[in-house]
């Protein structure tokens, strides 16, 4: 890819990214938030589809060749802004603060153009979650078990 297909198309996903997490900004405080926020108070509607948006910088860290667990790092990103934001109210006022596009296109300049390895904290970062869903899907295990054992011993 050239530097100048390269320029081009970072400038265009700067302007998604501004559009979708700074467009807009509560006077008299320095708090931004965009389109992501607002579309987002449909319930489910508006998360999938700011999703969707979310998933062009996530699809242009792909064809840019930006290291896997980058790109893993990144959809997660936006998974957790998906999952968060369908939350009633606390998913909108979360979305003010997440901003999980102007997180990926950070990871993209940091990768795009001359490609460096994932740091310790892409790593961490996927690991981490990853292990917050393993501990979330065993914890209704445990309180099963710990049930039937309760049963099973006044029996």
């Given at each position: 890819?050239?530097?100048?297909?390269?320029?081009?198309?970072?400038?265009?996903?700067?302007?998604?990214?501004?559009?979708?997490?700074?467009?807009?900004?509560?006077?008299?405080?320095?708090?931004?938030?965009?389109?992501?926020?607002?579309?987002?108070?449909?319930?489910?509607?508006?998360?999938?589809?700011?999703?969707?948006?979310?998933?062009?910088?996530?699809?242009?860290?792909?064809?840019?060749?930006?290291?896997?667990?980058?790109?893993?790092?990144?959809?997660?990103?936006?998974?957790?802004?998906?999952?968060?934001?369908?939350?009633?109210?606390?998913?909108?006022i979360a979305?003010?603060?997440?901003?999980?596009?102007?997180?990926?296109?950070?990871?993209?300049?940091?990768?795009?153009?001359?490609?460096?390895?994932?740091?310790?904290?892409?790593?961490?970062?996927?690991?981490?979650?990853?292990?917050?869903?393993?501990?979330?899907?065993?914890i209704p295990?445990?309180?099963?078990?710990?049930?039937?054992?309760?049963?099973?011993?006044?029996?």
């Amino acid at each position: 890819m050239s530097a100048r297909d390269l320029q081009r198309r970072m400038a265009a996903l700067r302007t998604l990214k501004n559009t979708l997490d700074e467009a807009f900004r509560v006077p008299g405080t320095n708090v931004r938030f965009g389109w992501d926020a607002i579309v987002g108070v449909v319930p489910w509607a508006g998360d999938v589809v700011t999703a969707m948006m979310a998933c062009a910088i996530v699809m242009q860290a792909h064809h840019m060749r930006v290291p896997k667990i980058v790109q893993l790092r990144m959809l997660l990103n936006v998974a957790i802004d998906l999952v968060v934001g369908a939350v009633p109210l606390f998913g909108d006022i979360a979305d003010v603060f997440w901003k999980s596009n102007s997180k990926n296109f950070a990871l993209l300049e940091q990768h795009a153009g001359t490609p460096r390895p994932a740091s310790a904290g892409d790593w961490l970062f996927v690991g981490g979650v990853i292990a917050a869903i393993a501990v979330a899907a065993l914890i209704p295990l445990v309180v099963i078990y710990w049930l039937v054992s309760m049963l099973m011993g006044r029996a």
